[in-house]
């Protein structure tokens, strides 16, 4: 069983900075490839930003430059560093452990001004 724990959402203007962690339960995650997926309101969920084990990341191409994935195995956590951010960025972001059925309850990002 894993559990993953998101934070860092919030409320912010267009163009400010947020930073997610996800912070993973269980002694697998070293191993793990994780990404960060999110569900604006009325619209399918969809892959963000993943990172494999070997570092090695992808992002859609609605964030790419803006948001940068990391991760700390000593800390069992995964990071969305998320900068200039825009009013469609808007969502629910989860974090996953990818090809599982494990996701964390979500944390809410809302940009407005």
């Known amino acids: 069983q894993v559990q993953l724990v998101e934070s860092g959402g919030g409320l912010v203007q267009p163009g400010a900075s947020l930073r997610l962690s996800c912070a993973a339960s269980g002694n697998r995650f070293s191993i793990a490839t994780m990404a960060w997926f999110r569900q604006a309101p009325g619209k399918q969920r969809e892959l963000v930003a993943g990172?494999?084990?070997?570092?090695?990341?992808n992002y859609a191409d609605s964030v790419k430059g803006r948001f940068t994935v990391a991760r700390d195995n000593a800390k069992n956590t995964v990071y969305l560093q998320m900068n200039s951010l825009k009013p469609e960025d808007t969502a629910v972001y989860y974090c996953?452990?990818?090809?599982?059925?494990?996701w964390g309850q979500g944390t809410q990002v809302t940009v407005s001004s």
């Open positions: 990172i494999t084990s070997g570092l090695r990341t």
């Open positions: 996953t452990v990818a090809g599982t059925g494990y």
